[in-house]
């Protein structure tokens, strides 16, 4: 198992995850060149991709998922809402549409798109779980539902959600409506808000957790890591490696 984070913030978002037979990715969020100049510093070729997963239709989840999949030849699995919504960027694709909430298989990757809190027309957490383990990605939601820990729970591997620090949010510089579409149950996780789910899910076969999509505004990585930290320190039956993700540059990888 590899994973992974290209990119990960409000201008670009993709996930790379490679199983025994297969390799995904979760979004596409940058153009195609920047992704394949990306994969190219993991030694792979955009060629070799075998699907592009998205959770939901945002640009920066999206931008470059129809040309890549384009030059490829790469199906491109979408929920149908979302299918209809981002349309002009798929002319031409192969686009397998999923339905929420119903899980299916690829390869040798069994796929769990689970409804989340956004303010798009179907967005989805997932978790993709092959015979190396099970991989949870939860970003780009505004609160944590029961279903969410559910889902979450077993995992080796997160991709959690830690956009903001509530305080620099409230005092920082965005709009008042943007701080309250940020805040509010169709936005974007807290970094409290993900250590609370954090300490939900941990268990001893936790492996290795990625903080994702944080703002350039609104947190700042040391706070990011500080809040995950501390439910990770109240306990001692796992110790999982922490990432962050970043926008401009790819994340060190879980590698096992």
Same mark, same amino acid.
């Given at each position: &198992? ?16 490679? +199983?025994?037979?297969?390799? /995904? ?5 940058? %153009? ?6 990306? /994969? ?18 945002? *640009? ?18 979408? %929920? =149908?809402?979302? #299918?209809? $919504? ?12 999923? !339905?929420?909430? %119903? %899980? ?12 989340? +809190? ?7 957490? &997932?978790?993709? !779980? ?18 969410? #820990? $559910? ?8 991709? /959690?959600?830690?956009? =903001? ?7 920082? @510089?965005?709009?008042? =409506? ?9 936005? =974007? /996780? ?16 936790? !492996? *290795? ?28 039956? *796992?110790? @999982? ?7 401009? +540059?790819?994340? !060190? $990888?879980?590698?096992?």
């Amino acid at each position: &198992m590899r994973v992974c984070l290209l990119a990960s913030g409000s201008k670009g978002n993709s996930l790379y995850v490679e +199983t025994g037979r297969t390799k /995904l990715l979760v979004d596409a969020g940058l %153009s195609a060149r920047e992704i394949t100049a990306r /994969l190219a510093v993991l030694g792979v070729s955009g060629a070799e991709i075998d699907a592009i997963i998205i959770t939901h239709e945002h *640009c920066d989840h999206v931008r470059g998922a129809g040309a890549l999949a384009r030059k490829h030849d790469l199906p491109v699995f979408i %929920s =149908h809402p979302a #299918c209809r $919504e981002a349309e002009n960027l798929f002319r031409s694709v192969r686009r397998v549409e999923f !339905e929420s909430g %119903s %899980s299916f298989e690829w390869k040798d990757v069994f796929i769990d798109p689970f409804p989340v +809190t956004h303010d798009t027309a179907d967005p989805v957490g &997932m978790v993709l !779980e092959s015979r190396e383990g099970r991989i949870g990605v939860a970003t780009d939601l505004g609160i944590v539902t029961r279903l969410v #820990c $559910e889902k979450l729970k077993g995992c080796r591997v997160l991709v /959690l959600e830690a956009n =903001h620090d509530e305080e620099l949010l409230s005092n920082g @510089p965005y709009p008042w =409506h943007l701080k309250q579409r940020v805040k509010s149950r169709h936005g =974007h /996780l807290s970094n409290s808000d993900s250590a609370a789910l954090l300490a939900q899910v941990t268990h001893a076969g936790l !492996e *290795c957790l990625f903080l994702a999509h944080l703002s350039e505004v609104n947190n700042h990585p040391e706070l990011a890591l500080k809040a995950l930290r501390e439910p990770l320190s109240a306990q001692t039956i *796992c110790c @999982p490696q922490v990432i962050i993700g970043s926008q401009y +540059t790819i994340s !060190e $990888e879980f590698s096992g």
